[in-house]
């Protein structure tokens, strides 16, 4: 199991981990993404979904729930339950996308839909920092059967 905590001095180290995430998915995983608005949960999913394989635009879900991403070998599910107090129906979906084990699911604002979510998934956490307006506190939370994940990040 890894826990650590790292800190991201600028976007680029960002994405820099979360592109070494991306590659090495290979469907069946999930992980929650945990910050205040602007932390960097979609910047961290924007080049995760790239380094996957997928040349589809990632934008914020916030107004329409959930998207969907291709790659050539799976299906990606973002979802962002922002100010959703009931996710009903969303959190239907999201329970579909958790039993699709050749997909992977990535969500932003889980707080309301913590049953549904897989108790083994990596939690990403990022607070912003006094040392700068590019700096991110990266808290990672991660069983050891999804440890593969972080092979060639630097931790
Ligand atoms: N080290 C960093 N890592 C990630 N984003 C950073 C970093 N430094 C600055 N930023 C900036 O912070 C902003 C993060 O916005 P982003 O939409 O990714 O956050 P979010 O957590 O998804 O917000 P929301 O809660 O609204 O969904 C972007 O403008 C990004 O460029
Ligand atoms: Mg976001």
Known sequence: MISKQISLTSIKQTEALA???GKNLVGGECIEFVSDLGGGKTTFVRSLVSAA??????SSPTFTISKLY????MAIYHYDFYRLSDPGLAAEELAES????SGVVLVEWGQNVQDVLPAKRVIVKLSKS???PDVRLCSIECPSSLEYLFSGADL
């Open 19 to 21: 592109s070494a995430v």
């Open 53 to 58: 394989g997928s040349k589809d635009n990632v």
């Open 70 to 73: 291709k790659t050539p070998s």
């Open 98 to 101: 958790v039993e699709d084990k």
């Open 130 to 132: 006094k040392s700068g």
